[in-house]
């Protein structure tokens, strides 16, 4: 347990770093804003149109693809652990849940859901 | 001496050392480039333009904060924050050296040796992508924004085969413990995860493959692709928090050489030479630190660009199930004895 | 110390749930879901569960947030004019409504768990120096062996499931031209 005081430490001292350095940059640099430097870049031609567009599909379904995939590694962590007293059973078990979601990996590729396009 | 005061002597010598490398890297992706590019890079301030890093902090500092119009004040502040946290966090728990003594304690060269690092790791470094969204997001700009989706698209995509590839060392050693995962590799060179043939190769390069698109380097680098998205997700950021992303990148970057050192390397181990003195492991741990530190800038200035639907079919297609094999077979293979 | 750490947390833990309330703008509700589950992370692991305390930051913080992050995104929720303020949140209508009823109803159960309350307790296996992720590993690869395949099929449904919404979406709206698609529930849906 007492491990894990280093690591709030660690985040009080790199929190207050990063904190510190966007204060110090926000008050000692010098404040000159005119409309032209406030404007979004635009490669020198009027700013045509703001990004609040809805995203594409593709994004989401990366993420939620991400999420499974995921889940399933939170299962594989605790199974490489201790895998070695698990023996064949170990592989057999994980063999038929590693079966079972390349089924759904490959409905995924059949369907295009990994294609960017 | 009291016990907090080691404690504290620690943090400092590990965060005085990370943020050293982070500004030793922002001149040597300068210096290395100019080295590949047949010119001579910064030089001007300090012998050899060593002390470069020092004035472009300073100068960060007093330069004009531009907040664009338009733009969330708070997450536009809070975004370089987030990008920049996680990777210190994640040094916490990095295994430099084996046991050292400092004022009469016996103490490791780590801030914190959990039981479950190579999770921890993984976990607080998976959160650098907030940064990214959010600092594209609030910028008020179609590059930014663009920018940040892309570069947390491809971040989630590369993180399976990540933590699938870190799994076959997993597997391999029993534990997730980084300073058993290390210790477990000591002896000869044959010890180190890399040659743990047939699968250690596979894995170490999936890693390599996957820590150079976690960071969003060249031949990656679809978060900050110049021709098509100027700077990506911080096209809009100056001064202080311009640099505070760079600060996160340089960061996330020696978090990554550092585990490609302690997975598959070995960590600070001295091929055949156990028990070497701690400040010989440490170099040796630096050293090898450094190379794969050097091999993201010569990458950068080797390889050209990939396309970003390439780069989603790398990862989804080629990298996962490749990945996803190769853990099974390490399975397979370690119970039918082959690794003992 | 324990015990006032978990009172710090818990307070943490409500105080950023309101937040996901009451926020102006989804996107700081997405931010204080992030924080809550923090502080959440954090009482596991003073509780002792190191490995639930890794997986709820790696699964909930890493990756189901960023998809809401990207749901919300997606939908583009939020006025334009609100994007544009500070930090702020608010608590008026429905939002206040079920702002106020959550903290009345918390702190009856304060109240009255306080004439039960015990000492905080930390996992005992972790105080003997037994691992969770040990423990956990070896009943959920024997014992439960069959939840955890089930647990494979549940993840295959999701995924045809997810693919099947996509692509009715896909074909409707072509994708690819985003600005101009209509409004449509499937996205919603499947969140």
């Known amino acids: ?117 | 001496m009291p016990l907090p005061l080691v404690w504290l002597i620690k943090v400092v010598l590990i965060y005085g050392g990370l943020i050293t490398v982070a500004a030793a890297m922002s001149l040597a992706e300068r210096k290395v480039s100019a080295w590949i590019q047949w010119r001579v890079g910064p030089n001007r301030v300090g012998p050899w333009g060593l002390l470069q890093p020092v004035a472009d902090g300073v100068k960060f500092i007093f330069k004009e904060e531009l907040v664009p119009e338009g733009a969330n004040q708070t997450l536009f502040r809070l975004a370089p924050i987030l990008s920049a946290v996680p990777p210190m966090l994640a040094v916490a728990v990095i295994p430099f050296a084996g046991e050292v003594s400092i004022g009469g304690h016996v103490t490791t060269l780590s801030i914190a040796d959990l039981d479950i690092s190579t999770l921890y790791v993984v976990a607080i470094g998976g959160l650098g992508i907030y940064g990214v969204i959010l600092g594209g997001w609030s910028s008020n700009s179609k590059y930014s924004l663009l920018g940040g989706l892309r570069a947390s698209a491809q971040m989630v995509s590369y993180e399976l085969s990540l933590l699938l590839s870190i799994l076959v060392v997993v597997v391999l050693s029993g534990t997730l413990d980084l300073r058993q995962i290390v210790n477990d590799q000591a002896g000869p060179i044959f010890a180190w995860n890399i040659f743990a043939l047939p699968v250690g190769p596979i894995a170490f390069l999936l890693f390599v493959i996957a820590t150079f698109a976690e960071t969003n380097r060249h031949p990656f680098d679809f978060a900050e692709c110049e021709p098509e998205l100027v700077g990506g997700f911080h096209t809009e950021y100056s001064s202080m928090k311009f640099a505070l992303f760079f600060l996160g990148e340089y960061c996330a970057m020696t978090v990554m050489a550092c585990l490609t050192t302690v997975f598959f390397l070995g960590g600070g181990n001295i091929p055949w030479w156990p028990d070497a003195p701690w400040l010989l492991e440490l170099t040796c741990f630096l050293s090898k630190m450094g190379f794969f530190l050097f091999l993201f800038l010569w990458v950068r200035w080797t390889l050209p660009r990939f396309r970003f639907d390439q780069l989603m079919a790398l990862g989804w297609k080629v990298m996962l199930p490749i990945a996803i094999a190769n853990v099974f077979v390490t399975g397979a293979l370690l119970s039918l004895g082959w690794f003992a | 110390m324990a015990d006032t750490l978990f009172y710090i947390l818990a307070a943490g833990t409500l105080a950023c749930g309101m937040g996901v309330v009451t926020a102006r703008m989804p996107l700081f509700s997405v931010l204080s879901l992030l924080g809550s589950l923090f502080c959440l992370s954090a009482i596991y692991l003073l509780s002792g569960f190191q490995f639930l305390a890794a997986t709820q930051l790696l699964v909930y913080a890493g990756a189901i947030m960023v998809l809401f992050l990207f749901v919300i995104m997606l939908l583009n929720l939020g006025d334009e004019a609100e994007l544009q303020g500070h930090l702020g949140f608010s608590l008026s209508g429905k939002k206040g409504l079920i702002a106020g009823a959550t903290a009345l109803s918390l702190g009856l159960v304060g109240v009255v768990g306080a004439g039960y309350s015990t000492p905080f307790v930390a996992n005992p296996a972790y105080e003997r120096g037994v691992d969770d992720l040990n423990a956990l590993a070896t009943v959920l690869f024997s014992r439960y062996a069959l939840p955890f395949e089930a647990a494979s099929l549940l993840l295959l449904a999701t995924m045809i499931g997810v693919i099947t919404l996509a692509k009715r979406q896909r074909t409707t709206d072509a994708g690819a031209h985003p600005q101009s698609a209509p409004p449509s529930t499937d996205g919603e849906t499947a969140a």
């Open chain 1, 1 to 117: 347990m007492n491990e894990y005081i280093g690591i709030a430490v660690s985040f009080l001292l790199a929190g207050g770093v990063a904190g510190a350095m966007v204060f110090l940059g926000s008050t000692l640099g010098k404040k000159n804003p005119t409309p032209e430097k406030l404007a979004p870049f635009e490669c020198g031609k009027e700013p045509f149109a703001i990004p609040m567009g809805r995203l594409a599909i593709k994004f989401y379904l990366t993420a939620i693809l991400f999420i499974l995939f995921d889940v399933e590694l939170v299962f594989l962590y605790p199974w490489a652990v201790v895998y070695r007293s698990l023996g064949f059973l170990g592989l057999t078990e994980m063999g038929i849940f590693l079966v079972v979601l390349m089924v759904g990996y490959i409905y995924a590729w059949r369907n295009g859901a990994l294609d960017w396009n």
